[in-house]
Each structure stands twice: as C-alpha cells, then as structure tokens.
C-alpha cells in the first residue's frame, strides 16, 4: 500500500455504525451534530464539502457523515451512500416554499439501492420557530405513509437550537440499527 | 470552509479518537493548537505573504496525489488481469481498493480544516472519479453483483413506525400533495414601501416574495428571513438570529444582518452584510459586498441581542459554490469604497 499506509488506518470495529446525515442546504444539519456533541455553534457556515464527526452513544461508536446540501454540490451525496447504516434526512420545517424541492431530493434518495438498507430518521427541525411546521405535516407533505413498506423509519420534531428531540430521534436511530445489525452476534 | 469551526471539529474527532496512541494524539493535539494560532494571526494580519498553511497543503497534495496514482494503477491492473484470466476472483482486490478511497476520503476530511476550498473541493471531485471508475471496473469484472445486492436487502422485515403511521392515516386529508399555510411576509407586491417594526413579540420566519419596485423596511429582531423573485428592490432589515436565504433577485439592493448569508441565482444586485460565517452564492454572477450599514433607533441594542454586534470583516470572506479554481470568483466582487453607499437610516 506504500504511502497509503501512512494515512490512518481505519477499521471496521465492533460496534461501529455509520450514519449519513443529508438534507437541503439551511436545514441544519452542522448544528445538529455540532449540538448533540456539545460544541459551540455560534458560528457556523454553509458546509462546503463535508464534516465527519466520531463519536461515543451507548455502546456504540458513531460515524457520522455531516455532507453539505448546497445545490452545486448535492451530486456528491451519492459518494457517500457505501455501507450507510442510518440516514438522517434534516428538514427545515419553517421552509415551506422549499418543502417540494425538500421532496424531490428525499424521494430520489430513497430510490438508491446502495441506501435500501438503511433506516431513515426524518428530523423535521427548527421547531422553535413561530409558524414552523409540526412532524405530522413535514410527514404528510413528504408523503412519508407511502413509502416502500420494508423501510424501518421514524419522524422527529426536534429544534437543533434549544437541543430538544434530538436526543429522542438519536435513541431510536441507534436502537433501530442496532437490532437489525448486532442481534446476530 | 470556516476555519474556526472545521478546527474545532477536527480537534474533537482526534483526541476523542481511540485509534490513535498517546503519542500522534499529543502531537496531534500541538499541531492543532499551532494552526489555530497561526489562523488567529493570519486574522489579525491579513497582508501574511508567506501564508504559513502552505507546507502542510503541499504535503497534502502530494500524498493525495501519490495516493490517487496508486489506486488508479491498482484500477488498471485489475482490469487487466480480469482480461487475461476471466475466471480470477478479483473481489478481495476491489474491495481493498474500495477500502483506500474510503481512507483517502477520510484523510481530505480530516485535512479539511487547513485546505483552501479549491482544495477541498477537487480532491472531492478526484474521489468522486475515484469511485465512479471503480464502480465501472467492478461491474465489468463481476457484472452480478448488484443482482446479489437486491436480495440481500429483500429479507428485512417490517416493524419500527406503526404508530407514526398510525397517526397518519387518522388524518382527514389524503391527497398527494398537502398544501400547508403560508408564513408571514410581503408577496406579490409592485411600487411599494412596507415597513414593519417586529417588537417584543417572538416573530420566527419572515418572507419577502414576488416583489418588484418596492422598498422593504423591516425593525427589530427575528429568527429566519425567506427571499425569493425580487427585481429592483431595496431591501433593509435589521439582524436576523438565524439564516438568510436569497433565491432569484436582480438589480435589488441588499442592507442585511445575519448569521448565516446563502445567495443563489442573483443578478447584478448589491450586498451591505454583517455576518458571522462566511456568505456563499451559487449560480450567480455580478454581485458586490460591502459592509453592513443600517440605522434605526435601537438597532444597537438589537444587534448585541443576535450577537450580531461587531463586524467580524465575514462580509468580505464570499464563498462560490461554483467556482473551482483557487483564483478569485468572477462573479462577485467586494464594491469599492467610493462607490458603496451612505449609511441608511430607516
Ligand atoms: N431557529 C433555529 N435555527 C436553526 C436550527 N437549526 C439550525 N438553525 C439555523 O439554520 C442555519 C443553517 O444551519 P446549518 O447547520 O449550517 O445548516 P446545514 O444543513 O448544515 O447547511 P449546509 O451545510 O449548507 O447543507 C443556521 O443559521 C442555524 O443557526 C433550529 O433548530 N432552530
Ligand atoms: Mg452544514
């Protein structure tokens, strides 16, 4: 491997999931993983490549794969598909002019054979906002009921400002992964 | 790329890393500490001619490079031996291949906190070319994979969301596309002055749609601001704690505060910011920045509240998603002094 070598190797540990997190640009994705591992996000900018970020829940070891949602640069996005075990799909619920385009993007996603696989975890976030949409409407506008029925997914409210639901749609992603992945051993 | 912010994000990710030994983390840990400084000077001291960041992109680029080398021989070889002996089993050798790209990618990840965007941005660009010659080599020497795939994900059972579902179809509405209520805003509006004055009351989205020959004239603070179809507009709004996010304007005027700044698809339109992070347009062109420079009584009190209170010089610090190369964007500029306008009391 010669000067490959010299790059850190990576294994595939025990107990090791990888998660995508995707979604339109504004959405809040940086926060949200910025949030969950307790760093400053006060100044934050528009992702301009990606953000991988490790870290420890539960028992697992987390990888999670923070990609940027700029147009320009969504044709990336299916660099990263390769061994997703969970998706996170971030929604600015406040967005509403933006919410078909939101579609459009999701439904094309879940179309990837390379992401059947995996469960998706819909985070309808910036519920704090005054006049942004709740879970149910983000679900009914995103026609989540019609999805393709061996999907294990789950739609969260959640606010990546004051912290609260993400927690909640973390705990169920991991669980959910982690009884379709490590029941066997 | 914010520096201070993938910095900070790398730090996390290596000391936290358990496949490092004590030692790589401690100099891992000095060598970060070492760039953030250096990136604390180069922001005090912005005329540093001897950019100190450029060894390490130097070495960057050439172990990405020889890296890259290595992986496409490896492609060729491969595609090679599978023409000369059809019946080799070359699975282990492609995914090893598979597992380099993978570590190649997570090397500009971690390195990103120090490459120029233009970097950046190529080595994804290789890495992208990386994988689609694989993918093609890999279906070339074993055209059945992605069949074994299928089946692979067809045996899952079903289970995890019934009461979302549930909750769902209790709903009255079924059809396809739910049309949800709009948010507050202006829209559909010609030779107008609108003025609003958001005080005390939590206002969270505001929208500015459709709009031609107006003036806008927002006060106070709120926490998202939606813009979208505007010509020859002005448009003057005190500090928005959240985002803003422009889409398709010509020949407005913008005089704006925020923390974050995304601009798609404007034409020929000025920008007077504030910002915290670094503005970034997409599919546009003709566009000039110049600070931030608007007026009203209490404007100070409201900037110190959205934390928007000193000009951190951000405004000038333009990203376009669309350009690629490590020289400047020509499709926006910063406006010369002489030629920005006078400070705007509303
Ligand atoms: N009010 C409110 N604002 C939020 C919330 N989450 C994120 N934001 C704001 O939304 C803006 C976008 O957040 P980011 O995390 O940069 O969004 P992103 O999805 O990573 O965007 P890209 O990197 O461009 O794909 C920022 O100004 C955040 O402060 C939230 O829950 N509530
Ligand atoms: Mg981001």
């Known amino acids: ?185 | 790329m914010d520096n201070q912010q993938a910095l900070s994000t790398t730090a996390t990710d290596m000391s936290t890393d358990p496949t490092l030994d004590s030692t790589t983390q401690r100099k891992l840990a000095a060598m970060i500490e070492r760039l953030s400084s250096l990136h604390q000077s180069r922001v005090s001291t912005k005329t540093d001619l001897k950019d100190p960041s450029f060894e390490s992109t130097k070495s960057f680029i050439l172990l990405f490079t020889n890296s890259k080398q290595e992986i496409e021989s490896s492609l060729t070889q491969i595609q090679q031996n599978s023409d000369t002996n059809p019946t080799l089993d070359l699975k282990p050798e492609l995914e090893k291949i598979s597992l380099s790209i993978t570590e190649l990618e997570k090397f500009v990840a971690e390195s990103s906190y120090f490459l120029p965007p233009y970097e950046v941005r190529s080595s994804l660009k290789t890495i992208s070319d990386l994988k689609q010659t694989l993918d093609s080599v890999t279906s070339k020497v074993k055209p059945r994979k992605k069949f074994s795939f299928k089946n692979k994900h067809a045996k899952k059972p079903e289970t995890a969301n019934v009461v979302t579902k549930e909750a769902i179809e209790n709903e009255p509405e079924q059809q396809m596309s739910y049309k949800p209520k709009d948010s507050p805003g202006y829209r559909n509006k010609e030779n107008e002055i609108l003025i609003k004055e958001f005080k005390g009351s939590e206002i969270g989205e505001f929208v500015l749609s459709n709009l031609t020959n107006c003036e806008v004239r927002l006060k106070g603070c709120f926490r998202s601001l939606f813009i979208d179809r505007l010509q020859n507009c002005k448009i003057y709004v005190g500090p928005v704690l959240g985002s803003i996010l422009i889409e398709q304007v010509e020949g407005c005027l913008f005089v704006v505060a925020s923390h974050q700044i995304r601009i798609h698809h404007a034409k020929e339109s000025d920008f007077y910011l504030r910002c915290r992070s670094r503005p970034i347009i997409e599919q546009s062109f003709g566009v000039r920045f110049a600070p931030y420079c608007l007026c009203y009584d209490g404007i100070e009190s409201d900037l110190k509240e959205s934390n928007l209170d000193d000009d951190t010089g951000s405004w000038a610090n333009v990203d376009d998603f669309q350009w690629l190369r490590a020289v400047q964007s020509p499709n926006w500029s910063v406006l010369q002094e002489r030629e920005r306008i006078d400070t705007v009391k509303i």
Not at chain 1, 62 to 89: A, C, H, M, P
Not at chain 1, 133 to 149: F, H, R, T, Y
């Open chain 1, 1 to 185: 491997m010669g000067l490959l070598s010299i790059i850190r190797k990576i294994k595939r540990k025990e107990k090791e999931m990888r998660i995508l997190m995707v979604g339109l640009d504004n959405s809040g994705k940086t926060t949200i993983v910025l949030k969950i591992n307790g760093e400053d996000t006060s100044v934050i900018s528009p992702t301009l490549g990606f953000n991988i970020k490790t870290m420890t829940y539960d028992k697992y070891t987390l990888n999670i794969w923070d990609v940027g949602g700029q147009k320009t640069i969504r044709s990336y996005w299916r660099n990263y598909f390769e061994q997703t075990d969970g998706l996170v799909w971030v929604v600015d619920s406040s967005d509403l002019r933006r919410l078909d385009d939101c579609k459009f993007e999701l439904d094309n996603l879940l179309k990837e054979e390379r992401l059947s696989g995996a469960s998706l975890l819909v985070f309808a976030n910036k519920q704090d906002i005054q006049g942004a949409l709740s879970p149910d409407e983000i679900a009914k506008v995103l026609n989540l009921d019609a999805m393709d029925k061996t999907r294990h997914w789950r739609i969260v409210g959640c606010s990546a400002y004051t912290g609260e639901g993400l927690l909640e749609g973390f705990d169920w992603l991991v669980q959910d992964i982690a009884s379709r992945i490590y029941v066997l051993d």
